[in-house]
């Protein structure tokens, strides 16, 4: 049987595989920076073994994350551990640097790991132009690992979005608060947050 060139393209076409992605454990990443592959100064964080450059913050967002910091230090005191921008270690394939994180209090304040899921109280991503991003795939990253509380900070819509009930397949729950309203935390139910607290001045 004489098969047309025609028929062998297709065949082709339909054989054809999409190359595998180089994914990075996180020792081989913490390797790159040690060799200088990634500079001190490049903004990046290991998602799902990808190396992701992280987007650059502008006035709001800073101001934001300053406000975030003293608002949660006031209200939790030593009750919990306020972290700005620093990574937590959620498996071998990824070590995130949410805009916010609260801990539970560690005696040696964190000086040997990482807080890792079963440590994090809530973490909190600021967002303006990474909104998609943040409500999919980082919100389905952290409820995977099982973190009880993700919170997406929408300073175009000043609104904060709250995940809780976290299972396989992201967040089960989710609700909207808008600036003149409040919201509690999931570990410690007694504490009211006002979402105006952590927003940029209008």
């Known amino acids: 049987m004489v098969t047309s060139s025609e028929e062998l393209i297709a065949e082709q076409v339909e054989m054809d595989i ?14 790159m920076a040690e060799v200088g592959v990634l500079r001190p100064e490049e903004r990046v964080e290991l998602i799902n073994g990808e190396i992701r450059v992280m987007s650059p913050q502008g006035p709001k967002h800073s101001a934001s994350g300053t406000r975030a910091d003293n608002c949660f ?3 939790l005191g030593n009750r919990a551990v306020v972290r700005i921008q620093m990574p937590i ?17 560690d005696e040696n304040e964190y000086d040997d790991h990482h807080p890792t899921p079963q440590e994090i109280i809530l973490v909190m991503e600021i967002t303006a132009s990474t909104l998609s991003y943040d409500r999919q795939e980082k919100s389905c990253l952290y409820a995977r690992a099982g973190i009880i509380q993700y919170c997406l900070l929408n300073l175009r819509a000043r609104e904060l979005e709250d995940y809780r009930d976290p299972g396989p397949d992201g967040y089960r729950s989710k609700r909207t608060y808008r600036a003149d309203q409040s919201f509690n935390l999931a570990a410690f139910p007694d504490v009211l947050i006002n979402v105006a607290e952590l ?4």
């Open 89 to 105: 270690h959620i498996d071998d394939d990824s070590e995130p640097e949410p805009d916010v994180v609260l801990a539970v209090p």
């Open 199 to 202: 927003l940029p001045r209008a």
């Open 18 to 31: 999409v190359p595998p992605v180089r994914r990075f454990t996180v020792q081989e990443y913490y390797r």
């Open 73 to 75: 230090r006031k209200h």
